[in-house]
């Protein structure tokens, strides 16, 4: 049995504890948070606190608290034998340095409230300061998710960044294929399909390769159609992603 | 029965006449491409030609040709009875009125040479000259999908400049992702279920509601420490985009 404590219960977090209490390997031990509202709303037969004071001895906490407090959660736990590790994207394993054990536990996914994940499809990026550690992490996520990846502090905060334009930018895109729906009295849902298919393409090809459309084909007499019926906003994305698609041929 | 014949043996017309063949309720009289070369890979029963002259009669004439081409080769089928309709997203159905019957079938996907197309649940959107030619081509989308829209020319303009940005732009921004991964030593497949749920996720909500990542949050320190990892192409859209989330929010 493995022990593990889950620092932190907000969006990760809680989605973290119910993937792992279905995981008959796992001991989970404690579940902290420091807001005691949003514990009050956890009704699993975990122990939960919200004082750092009181955490028990477990083999990994998990850190799921926001970037900012990180550092700050970790300097609690730092005489603690056992792995320290966050699950963040976005920052460095060395801001757990004060650890004897540490390491990042970051499930590269978009998590919403209230949807149940499967975390069997989401890819976990691991890193440790110790191969002792990063086996024991790789033991961890090998019970939940079939894509382990170890991935260093550098590669991570790039995955970050390629992430904010697969999943944020995307979906600031399909937010204007909305508004320009909108604006003619077309059900967004027409465009459904050809987003589940867009999406689907790259799962098997390189973007680069199945690439369509009128940049693409030079065609730009239909840019300058499309351009003419698009609020300035929008047509300077046009043209910007157009241009792009154009220079990257 | 109703009697229909594609002109045109390219992406769109070979992809419609395969979901054609597996309808009983239509008789395809007829396929027309004007290249004998491409028409040779055409292995089905029907009959075929590449010549505009001899055009059997039909109840429904699917014009598949280039956008350019539509023009040109409704004069050949000018005097006919049957209903002539291309499926182009981008023309309007006014290229047709030379025909005393005419109209737009127009499937809202991407199609992909030699990929298999399930067009149940692709978007048809429909348009003709009368409510008696409205109605056949209800009839016959409906054997094809259960998701049939009446569009107007003006709307089908304006869903063709939305699917620039939900297909051709998404896709250029999976692959900025994928030059990311790249350039780290990352496997782009990483970020692979990342994509599907975010497409997923607009199925069920407007992305309006689920825009989510540093831009929406405010947080200038994340996009000022992503934005200096990027080749300056990639900065330009990565400030653009985060711009018109801020603006938009």
Chains 1, 2 share one sequence.
Do not use: W
Request: one cysteine or more.
């Amino acid at each position: 049995m493995i022990k593990v404590s889950i620092i932190g219960y907000g969006n990760v977090g809680s989605h973290l504890l119910s993937a792992f209490e279905r995981i008959p390997e796992l001991e989970i031990v404690q579940v902290y948070n420091r807001n005691t509202e949003k514990l009050s709303k956890y009704t699993g037969k975990t122990v939960s606190t919200a004082s750092l004071q009181d955490l028990l001895e477990a083999d990994i906490y998990f850190l799921t608290v926001k970037d900012d407090a990180i550092a700050e959660v970790a300097l609690a736990l730092q005489n603690r034998k056992g792995l320290v590790v966050h699950t963040s994207g976005a920052v460095a394993a060395e801001v757990l340095h004060s650890q004897s054990n540490y390491g990042v536990f970051y499930p590269l996914q978009s998590f919403s409230k209230g949807k149940e994940v499967d975390f069997s499809n989401i890819p976990i990026c691991l890193e440790a300061n110790t191969k002792g550690n990063l086996a024991l992490l790789e033991q961890v996520a090998a019970l939940l998710s079939q894509r382990v990846y170890q991935i260093d502090s550098q590669q991570r905060k790039q995955i970050h960044v390629a992430a904010v334009f697969v999943n944020n930018f995307v979906n600031q895109l399909y937010r204007i294929g909305e508004d320009i729906c909108e604006q003619h009295k077309i059900p967004f849902e027409i465009l459904h399909p050809l987003i589940l298919e867009t999406a689907h393409k790259v799962q098997q090809h390189s973007p680069k390769k199945v690439q369509t459309g009128p940049a693409i084909r030079g065609d730009e007499k239909t840019i300058e159609t499309h351009k003419k019926n698009l609020t300035s906003e929008q047509a300077t994305v046009y043209s910007l992603l157009s241009d792009y698609i154009q220079n990257n041929a």
